[in-house]
């Protein structure tokens, strides 16, 4: 009996420990894109981006999405590479017009992904 | 990853809920917490082995979950008897010294059908062969039997719960006219039968809404 109330304390205590760091890890990663993200947005507003920024976001998020995809689905993961690769491959061709609507779209889409999986009445109905 | 834990918990509350709606002919053996566990884990661990999209992670705080529910289910049982009614419900008696107890089988969504079922898994063949029998919360049937049984003959149901079966009416030598006119000997209509049944010696059980039970003898063609 009481070590039945030892495990059940210690899953619970497990698994409020592990929803605090994986709210808190999905948020810092997303967070971290953002300002890249952000940075590369002005550097395209100013027409002053390159090849190589274009490169750096991107290598960027692929060392956080390996560790993203153990907190996410996979398919969310993916949605987030199909509007970079865009905006990248406008960036390569020096299209900043259009690669600032995708960055555009790029951002919001960071912006709302970790609160999809928060803990909200939102998301839970 | 809370969020899992959350929708998890909604869904085995509900689970839960609906399976004691559901009554005792829904669960067998087993407690229905014990059920909706059995019911969700399969699930819960076939969804992130077969879909590679979906974290690992997501089944198995989903299955930590279920073991810390099926934890406190257990232990509220164990402190809280209001508690344990609730959640894993209480024996009904459906056969008292009366006869069946309609408002007990209909509370479980049972019939005359499923009781004599049930009588026959446990070993009784003829409802007058016990003094008590009830359901018990798991939905296993249990009875104190009388010491010496009725008799050693199947009982055929002709009538259950007012509705007649022709084909055993027919097997028991009765025409529709003759057996409204048995009905009528016994100061009752056919939809305020509660349940009759006719074995092959021609012993009848018979009882009718509102009233104890009665062993009656007819003749019967044949005896199987």
Partial sequence: MVKSIIYTLAAVALCIGFFIFSEWYVEKQFSEFSQALDSLYMKIEDKDANREDATAVRTMWNDRKAKLQIFLPHNDISYVDYWLSEACGLLYSDNFELALGKIEVLKEVVKNMPSAYGLRLENIF | ?224
């Avoid at chain 2, 917490?33 to 979906?54: G, N």
Wanted: some cysteine; hydrophobic content about 45%; glycine content about 8%.
């Fill in chain 2, 1 to 224: 990853m809370a969020l899992v834990l959350v929708r998890t918990t909604i869904i085995f509350v509900t689970l839960l809920l609906v399976m004691r709606l559901m009554g005792k002919s829904q669960i067998g053996e087993m407690q229905p917490f014990e059920f909706v566990i059995t019911l969700l884990i399969a699930e819960l661990a076939c969804i992130p082995m077969a879909d590679s999209s979906i974290p690992i992670l997501y089944g198995i705080v989903s299955i930590v979950t279920i073991f810390i529910l099926h934890q406190t289910v257990w232990l509220l049982d164990l402190w809280f008897r209001p508690v344990k009614d609730v959640v894993c419900g209480k024996p009904s008696l459906v056969i008292t010294k009366d006869g069946i107890d309609v408002y007990q089988l209909k509370k479980n969504n049972l019939n005359v059908s499923d009781l004599i079922e049930s009588m026959r898994s446990a070993g009784y063949f003829n409802l007058d062969d016990v003094y008590y029998g009830l359901y018990e919360a798991n939905g296993s049937f249990s009875a104190l039997e009388k010491p010496e049984k009725s008799s050693y003959s199947l009982a055929l149901t002709l009538v259950d719960l007012g509705k007649p079966d022709r084909k055993n009416i027919a097997a028991c030598g009765f025409d529709g006219e003759s057996f409204n006119e048995f009905l009528k000997t016994q100061g009752t209509k056919m939809k305020d039968v509660v349940a009759m049944t006719v074995n092959g010696e021609g012993r009848v059980y018979f009882q009718s809404r509102g009233r104890k039970y009665k062993i009656l003898n007819i003749e019967v063609p044949g005896n199987w």
